[in-house]
């Protein structure tokens, strides 16, 4: 079972300060990590890797620097890693970037199934896993918590060639529970947290991803159409960005317990009525 | 659309670092340098410079191919989702915010209902201020799939051609719509929590939180048409009722093709436990790692009960298998803005705040007066929460009658 894992490399805002007289993230020092979501794709995919065979390839679209995160990926057990670098990728928008990731993933070849984590921690668009799978025409189950089951047979078609046939059954989170989906493969998942606990990496897999070939892709390496490439094909351009005034603390509410207790439902009543 | 630095009027003084959200500029021998890399030219540097010393060469006038050009395509659609055969809440604030653009472009307000069975229903929508609904009613729409609801929506959209299209940011609307806006080639813009039109332009401003919450940025979709959004929930005020309004009913249905899905919906499993629903929810309690054990969550959960609240966990809590993910509110778990939320036994690390902070009133009860979570906090109790619960849930029972 061949899988692909799109991951992207964010800020690690887990120890991010907001400076106090500005509001601003601070980002001095702050290092780059696996979106925390894409890492619950990655070992997802390592483990049905382990069950069934068959090679993980991690695809990550970023600048030269990405390969960082690219190489952590191997350390956790994934086989390949492919860096889609080029300025003519700089300023895409979620548009351009799931045109850009499914043209990388056409030239990678064969597969089973794409993961991602469900969204990013920096854009929070949870759009390029459904695009990449609108690009490909494939099925998607976004939001899964859990994969319930996998068929997978061979066939002789020639035109499975290198592929499985087979079924994927997932939970896919909602806001009441969940829905038991069930769809043919090759599709595209999104994951969320609750899917597994991601491993650590092993001292062998460290050793591997240091020696590890990190295959590069550039604009001329893709059958892409260079006008729907970065800025130029990005339907959207962000034409502001400003800092939201500041969430001043409000009153401390001091006393006994009882008074305290009573000054609060005298605040918050009015609201609650209505 | 390209940037740059003006050396010779550059200070060196580092207020650009400062203001840079993606950390892309760096001061070299006193001269400001800004790594193409990671900058997505956003501008915030150039309003930071005392020196005008960097250029930010805007949209060139044949980058924006004028809104005449996109003259057939007008009106404001929202899609109504609807749930077991209800429109759900949130499509009804979507109306009242298109509402205002549509008034404000001079076009017509049109809602978009796919379901089966959903006549009365869309005469709800109708009431709430539409000029139209546009109904796909088939028990292939029952519930929501990927594939035939994409598909339908993309028909209706390259039919009727619509100048905007607004969908709530849920589950169903962040898997639908991302497949829909790359089909139809449109800008699509994710998580909007403001929504305005530039009137010489005709253009829609949409304003969305980045890196949790900590900027806010405006995007516009130029040169593509529809323009779409998904909003969030409890940002927008609801289209208020009027069961005189008048509207039309447009029926449409479409082959086969069009309803048919690769994937099955096997079952829609409800998960009964207490009221989980956190982003529809007005009042939230959440609990920390302050709680100290998962039988102490009893006292959040009476406390949520008398206010008719949800029951919120930090990822401190839920990490320790206190409450379920699904209760999870911070930056790998729910965004959330109740109209109060009630943080007990939570620090308040950035994680945590990125996901609540946007809630109208915030209380926080803490024992540590030091805790983070004070600095956002609208009222705050420092002191035993163990104390304090049991009272609070006492009182709100008597005021309330609960």
């Known amino acids: 079972m061949n899988i692909i894992v799109c991951i992207k490399q964010v800020p690690d805002t887990t120890n991010v300060r907001i400076d106090p007289e500005t509001n601003t993230l601070v980002r001095s020092g702050v290092q780059s990590i696996i979106n925390p979501f894409d890492a619950y794709a990655i070992e997802e995919a390592v483990r049905l890797k382990e069950k069934f065979g068959g090679l993980v390839t991690i695809v990550t679209m970023g600048p030269p620097q990405a390969e960082e995160a690219l190489r952590e990926a191997i350390s956790l057990g994934a086989d390949e890693a492919v860096l889609v670098s080029d300025r003519a990728f700089a300023g895409s928008d979620t548009w351009a970037t799931s045109y850009t990731l499914s043209r990388a993933i056409q030239k990678i070849g064969k597969f089973d199934m794409i993961i991602c984590g469900k969204q990013a921690i920096d854009g929070d668009t949870a759009q390029v896993g459904p695009g990449i799978a609108a690009f490909l025409d494939i099925p998607q189950i976004t939001f899964v918590k859990k994969i319930e089951e996998i068929i997978i047979g061979s066939t002789s078609a020639p035109e499975h060639h290198g592929t499985s046939v087979g079924y994927i059954k997932a939970e896919r989170m909602t806001e009441e529970g969940y829905d038991i989906i069930e769809s043919p493969l090759p599709c595209l998942i999104t994951v969320v947290k609750e899917i597994n606990e991601p491993r650590l990496p092993s001292l062998k897999g460290k050793m591997r991803a240091k020696k590890a070939e990190i295959k590069k892709l550039e604009a001329k390496d893709l059958d892409a159409d260079p006008d729907l490439l970065g800025l130029k094909g990005s339907p959207t351009k962000v034409v502001k960005i400003f800092t939201p005034p500041p969430r001043k603390g409000g009153q401390i509410l001091e006393g006994e317990v009882k008074d305290i207790s009573g000054k609060l439902v005298d605040l918050l009543k009015g609201e609650i009525c209505l | 659309m390209s940037i ?399």
């Open chain 2, 4 to 402: 740059k630095v003006i050396n010779e009027k550059c200070g060196g003084c580092k207020l650009c670092i400062k203001s840079c959200p993606f950390g892309a500029i760096e001061v070299v021998n006193k001269k400001a340098v800004i790594d193409l890399n990671k900058c997505t030219l956003c501008g915030a540097c150039i309003e930071s410079c005392k020196f005008d010393a960097i250029v930010l060469t805007k949209l060139s006038p044949t980058d924006i191919q004028f809104p005449n050009k996109f003259g057939q395509y007008k009106d404001v659609w929202v899609l109504c989702e609807q749930k077991k055969g209800v429109v759900q809440s949130v499509a009804y604030e979507l109306l009242g915010k298109g509402r205002e653009l549509a008034d404000t472009l001079g076009v017509e307000l049109c809602g978009v209902l796919l379901g089966e069975g959903m006549k009365e229903e869309a005469q709800k929508v109708i009431h709430r201020g539409v000029n139209k609904v546009y109904l796909v009613d088939s028990p292939a729409l029952k519930h929501y799939q990927d594939e035939p609801y994409s598909k339908v929506l993309i028909q209706l959209i390259k039919e009727y051609k619509p100048e905007i299209v607004l969908c709530g940011a849920t589950s169903i609307g962040r898997s639908l719509i991302a497949r829909v806006a790359i089909s139809v080639h449109a800008g699509l813009t994710a998580d909007c929590t403001g929504l305005d039109i530039d009137k010489k332009e005709k253009l829609l401003l949409q304003t969305r939180p980045a890196f949790g919450g900590n900027i806010m940025a405006t995007i516009i979709c130029p040169n593509h048409r529809p323009q779409m959004s998904t909003v969030r929930h409890k940002v927008m005020k609801e289209a208020v009722e009027n069961k005189h309004h008048k509207g039309k009913i447009i029926e449409k249905s479409y082959d086969s093709q069009v309803y048919s899905s690769r994937t099955r919906l096997l079952d829609v499993v409800e998960e009964i436990e207490e009221t989980v629903n956190l982003t529809e929810a007005n009042v939230i309690v959440s609990g920390g790692r302050g709680m100290q054990s998962p039988e102490n969550f009893k006292l959040i959960e009476d406390l949520a009960k008398a206010l008719g609240g949800a029951v919120g966990a930090s990822r401190a809590a839920v990490d320790s298998g206190w409450k379920t993910y699904s209760h999870q509110v911070g930056q790998t778990g729910k965004t959330v803005c109740p109209k109060i939320y009630i943080a007990c036994g939570i620090s308040g690390q950035i994680q945590h705040l990125v996901g609540m902070q946007s809630s109208e009133i915030i209380v926080a009860i803490n024992k540590d007066p030091h805790a983070p979570i004070f600095s956002v906090a609208t009222y705050g109790i420092i002191g035993d929460l163990f104390e304090i619960l049991p009272e609070l849930t006492r009182r709100f029972k008597e005021v309330l009658k609960r």
